[in-house]
Each structure stands twice: as C-alpha cells, then as structure tokens.
C-alpha cells in the first residue's frame, strides 16, 4: 500500500520532469549570479596626475599675484573706497615729509612731496577737475589708493580754505519753502436744465461722454422737472448720482410740452416716457373719443398706470 501511495505521489511524466528541470535551473542561476557580476563589470582606472597638475598650477598663480585689494565700506557721495598692498608686497617706499597743504589746492608736486603715489595723485586731480571738494581733513580718507597709513600720517597737516567751508555750508543749507496762502476751492452748484457740458464735466466722476449723453437725455424729455431725473440717464452710475447730488440745483425753467389733442404717433413716440406702444395707445383712443378735456382722461388708458401718469403728466397738455 505504501509503496503505491509512494509511486503515485512521486512519480512524474516526461514533461514533467523537463519543467522541474527548467524550474530548478532557474533558482540556481538567481542564487549564483550576484557571484558572477564582478566577472563581467570592468573595473576603470582614472589618472589623478592632470587634476594634482592642474590644483599645482592655481596655487602658484594665486600665489604669485603682487597685490590684494583691500575695499573699504566708507563709500558714499561720489568717492571711491581704498585699498592697500598686501603685506607681502616688496614695492620700494615713497620717500616722504609733511607739511600743512590744502587738498582743494595742492598741486601734483605738493602730493608727491607727501608721499603719495603718482597713480593716486592722478585720482585726487581727476576727481577735483570735475568740481569735486574736500570740505574737512576727514574727506581724505575716501581717495581711491590712499592707504589708512597714509591717511592718519596727513590728516593733521590738513587746512581747508575758508571758501570751501563756505560753499559747504552753502551747500547744505536747505532753505524752507515759502508757504502759498491756501484757498479753498468754492464749490458751484450745477443748474441742471442750464448747465453745459463742461459744469457737468467738472462735477465729481462725469467724463465727456457722461455729460453728453445727460444733456442728450434733458433735450429728448423737454427738460427736467426733478434732480432725481438725471440719475435715469442711460448709463450713469448711483454711486456717482448720490454724488453729485448734492451739487445739483433745479431752477424754474419750464419744460417742453406735448400737445396730445394734436400730436401725431411720430412725434409722441420720440419722447422717453412715451415710445411707441403708449404714443399709439394715446392716439387711437383720440381718434375714437375726439380730443381730450384734460390731461388727466389719458388714465381711461389701460396701459396707463398711476405711476407712468404721474412721471408723464409734466409733458403733456391738451392746448
């Protein structure tokens, strides 16, 4: 019985046993390769003698530079900073006495006798020929080339011309503005069945083309009767009507009134408050009920509402 069971389970067919095969080889070849990779990577070998030559080369450049500039951070009003030689420069010294000298006047011989360097003294006459001044011994200190050795060893000996201090202080002086009397601006009200383009204009936040199309607005109606009247122009903002509101005036001026006893369609529908619809209405209901005893009868109108009678009814008469 065992012996069958034991032949049943371990026994394989022939294809079988070709992908156990397959299967096993493929676990070893996994196993074994990270063993196999130095094989195949080549190993590179880099020369390091160009880059030391190279790293040589900087150092003795470096170290073979005569100067270092040393800058300064007392740079201001049109002067450059100083700078100084290095201390391991071996340049041979200017020989050198003091005396008491003006640096706005001093001349190139007068610098060399002091000790200073012919490429400085070019410095301090170019800056001089271009109007520059020294207005105290300090200003010195802000040549270009002029060590801090130098400028402690000359200071003392500095005397400035009593016009140099003058222009200075003259200079300096800030003389206060006189002040303009002020008057406040009077502000005028704008009649608004007389003003022209130009009061509207001047109104707070009405540009041209604002003011044309109120005054295009006033001539269709026939005039205004009320100051609320110009907020309705086509256009013209609330936030700006509230104000100028309050500039606004209206005075007695009578407005253009229409004859709705004669009037044709054309001429009534030109009006604002009129149109088409209400001028036809106005019309048709003349022409089956004869002319009109007073305004008040165009409210038998049934388009005609209280409140288009009340905005309208300043335009209208019957003579």
């Not at 740079?75 to 006495?97: F, M, Q, R, T």
Request: charged share 25%; net charge positive; proline share 7%.
């Amino acid at each position: 019985m065992w012996r069958d069971f034991i032949k049943d389970y371990f026994s394989f067919t022939a294809k079988e046993r070709k992908g156990i095969i397959i299967i096993i080889s493929i676990i070893l070849l996994v196993l074994f390769l990270p063993l196999l990779l130095p094989y195949f990577n080549k190993k590179v070998s880099y020369n390091h003698s160009e880059f030391e030559k190279e790293i040589t080369q900087l150092k003795t450049l470096k170290n073979d530079s005569p100067h270092r500039k040393i800058y300064n951070s007392n740079y201001e009003n049109g002067y450059v900073n100083d700078y100084s030689l290095s201390p391991g420069n071996k340049s041979d010294p200017i020989a050198a006495e003091v005396f008491y000298f003006d640096p706005n006047t001093a001349s190139a011989s007068d610098w060399r006798k002091l000790g200073i360097r012919d490429k400085t003294i070019k410095t301090i006459q170019n800056y001089i020929s271009k109007g520059g001044k020294f207005y105290k011994p300090e200003d010195i200190s802000k040549i270009w080339g002029l060590p801090p050795s130098d400028v402690q060893r000359l200071v003392p000996y500095v005397r400035i011309s009593l016009a140099a201090k003058e222009n200075a202080s003259f200079e300096k002086k800030e003389y206060p503005k006189p002040l303009s009397p002020y008057s406040p601006k009077t502000i005028q009200p704008v009649d608004i069945n007389l003003a022209d383009t130009s009061a509207y204009i001047s109104l707070p936040g009405i540009g041209s083309k604002l003011s044309k199309r109120i005054i295009s607005f006033r001539d269709k109606l026939g005039g205004f009767y009320s100051i609320d009247q110009v907020g309705e122009t086509y256009l013209l903002p609330d936030s700006t009507f509230q104000k100028i509101k309050p500039r606004l005036i209206l005075s007695n001026t009578p407005v253009k009134k229409i004859n709705i006893n004669t009037a044709t369609v054309d001429e009534m529908k030109t009006h604002p408050y009129l149109r088409y619809n209400l001028a036809n209405a106005i019309f048709q209901y003349r022409q089956q009920h004869g002319n009109f005893n007073s305004v008040g009868e165009i409210k038998k109108i049934m388009i005609v509402t209280e409140e288009i009678f009340i905005k309208l009814s300043p335009y209208l008469s019957i003579e």
